[in-house]
């Protein structure tokens, strides 16, 4: 079975520093994508980043990067220069079965950046 | 990006009634549907996944004959809650997706929090 695990449940970051928020899942198929969703206290859900497995090059979107180590199973997000609107609960989601848009999510990290 | 809305944003209702949820993909059709539910500081269950013109398909635990999935066209499903109780209140959340294939995105309605007084 395919899962998820998030053992940070709360982090906080001062405003423009980093901050790395770490993911572990498991999975026996080769070809798949790994995302990062942030949900602010709207509880809108927004994607922040995606990676696919294939690509040895890490994914970035401005100032979040992911650090994918495949042979570990380990997806870890990076926020450069924390900003007060990064604050929100952060999930990572894996796929539950190829091919049609299912997640299965992390338990969460609850993310408060301090001015 | 594609816009998925979700109907009513919040809904109070008494226990024993059922209420109605909506999701609707409101720029592109939707391959599929996805029910989640989301307690407080929890992450997000999903409960079923929809087709259009055909039935859902529940996970594990997830009663059937207690949460209703409709999906009657490519840009709209429906979650009724039948016979409402105090432990379904709960943050409901759906997501479409277009297309299908690996890393296929998908798009998060805004939510509905449901309280069953």
């Known amino acids: 079975a395919q899962t998820v695990t998030q053992s940070q449940p709360e982090m906080s970051v001062q405003e423009a520093e980093t901050v790395t928020l770490s993911c572990t899942y498991d999975t026996s198929e080769n070809n798949y994508y790994l995302f990062w969703y942030k949900q602010p206290p709207s509880r809108q859900m927004i994607l922040v980043i995606r990676q696919e497995a294939y690509k040895q090059q890490n994914a970035t979107e401005n100032r979040f990067s992911v650090n994918f180590q495949k042979a570990a199973k380990s997806f870890s997000l990076k926020i450069s220069d924390s900003q007060l609107g990064d604050t929100a609960m952060y999930f990572c989601a894996f796929p539950g079965s190829s091919n049609t848009g299912k997640l299965i999510f992390g338990q969460g990290t609850t993310l408060q950046v301090k001015p | ?117």
Request: hydrophobic letters at 35%; aromatic letters at 10%; proline letters at 3%.
């Open chain 2, 1 to 117: 990006g594609a816009v998925v809305s979700q109907h009513p944003s919040w809904v109070i209702c008494k226990s024993g009634t059922s209420v109605k949820i909506e999701c609707r993909s409101l720029d592109f059709q939707a391959t599929t549907m996805f029910w989640y539910r989301q307690f407080p500081k929890q992450s997000l269950m999903l409960m079923a996944t929809s087709n259009e013109g055909s039935k859902a398909t529940y996970e594990q635990g997830v009663e059937k004959d207690k949460f209703l999935i409709n999906h009657a066209s490519l840009t709209l499903s429906t979650l009724t809650v039948t016979s409402a109780h105090p432990e379904d209140s709960s943050f409901y959340i759906c997501s479409a997706t277009l297309g299908t294939g690996v890393g296929t995105e998908a798009f998060f309605g805004q939510g509905t929090r449901l309280t069953v007084v």
